[in-house]
């Protein structure tokens, strides 16, 4: 059956549905335009806040998140920060364009930003053997320190201060940064006083050995939210790449980002939402599986 736009037009296609997106005007399909309307460049007024954003690598946990949120937000200029943990995104808003000041206080952090539009790269395994070098060596170091002590209990007391030291310098090191980002009790620094504690009383074993089982705990914590995300980056990836436009009695497949204010644009029956909008058909079937989490369309 014919679909009908506000303006009494007939749209002749069978079972699908015509939106129009959010924000929108009328359609202009007159005898003096056909076209679509374009988009008119928006004059930020001055002190107006403007919106950055970036992809963040090497976050592992929510606080892990917050501390991105924390080191961005000591940057002078910054009004509002924003990490959306499962999709690794940071969202900055700013007076001014303080995209490099975001960046080197980011990667001060330890953490890595890529820009939005560049393609993700491939999340890397937690159990890959180069990543995990540093916990594999400090594991050998445990178990030659734990050999020396059964014969020599003093060289075993010193092998197991050099492997927590050997553990601990990485560990310290990231407690440091954090510090320098506003993030002065985070885990790595608790960990570092845990450690230098037991030291002082003389539980060297036990110095070493809650330094192997913390970095155990990060990597199996770094898998669990990598099959999270990857959970998320398939529902996302649900989303069409491109939009029906309709313009006059013209239908025009166009991408996402060429869509503006005032575009009508046509779904077909069951067919996934390419973008926010109003319904302007009186029939409609969509594809809600992306926000239902169901396998059949409903």
């Known amino acids: 059956m014919p679909t009908l736009t506000p303006k009494g037009k007939t749209v002749p296609t069978f079972g699908t549905s015509t939106l129009k997106p959010l924000n929108a005007q009328a359609p202009c399909c007159g005898d003096a335009c056909c076209a679509s309307p374009s988009p008119q460049p928006k004059v930020l007024p001055s002190g107006a806040n403007q919106r950055y954003s970036w992809h963040v690598q090497g976050m592992d946990c929510a606080a892990c998140a917050r501390k991105v949120e924390n080191a961005a937000r000591q940057i002078s200029g910054v009004s509002q920060v924003q990490v959306m943990f499962a999709t690794e995104k940071l969202v900055v808003d700013a007076t ?70 050997v553990g601990l310098w990485p560990i310290a090191r990231q407690a440091v940064r954090l510090m320098r980002s506003g993030n002065p009790f985070a885990i790595e620094t608790l960990m570092s006083v845990a450690a230098i504690g037991a030291l002082f009383i003389g539980a060297t074993a036990e110095a070493a050995m809650v330094l192997v089982l ?85």
């Open 96 to 165: 001014d364009d303080v995209r490099q000041q975001v960046e080197a206080a980011i990667r001060k952090a330890g953490y890595t930003l890529s820009d939005t539009s560049a393609p993700k790269s491939a999340p890397v395994s937690p159990f890959a053997w180069r990543d995990n070098l540093p916990l594999i060596g400090l594991i050998g170091l445990m178990a030659i320190s734990w050999l020396l002590a059964q014969f020599h209990p003093a060289a075993g007391e010193m092998a197991f201060i050099a492997t927590t030291l």
């Open 214 to 298: 913390f970095l155990i705990g990060e990597r199996l914590e770094g898998w669990a939210a990598n099959r999270a995300r990857q959970g998320v980056s398939a529902l996302i990836a649900l989303k069409p790449e491109t939009a029906t436009r309709l313009n006059c009695d013209q239908r025009e497949t166009v991408a996402l980002g060429e869509l503006h204010p005032g575009d009508v644009i046509e779904v077909a029956a069951g067919g996934r939402l390419p973008a926010d909008g109003k319904l302007l058909s009186p029939f409609a079937s969509f594809d809600e599986s992306a926000l239902t989490g169901e396998s059949v369309p409903v």
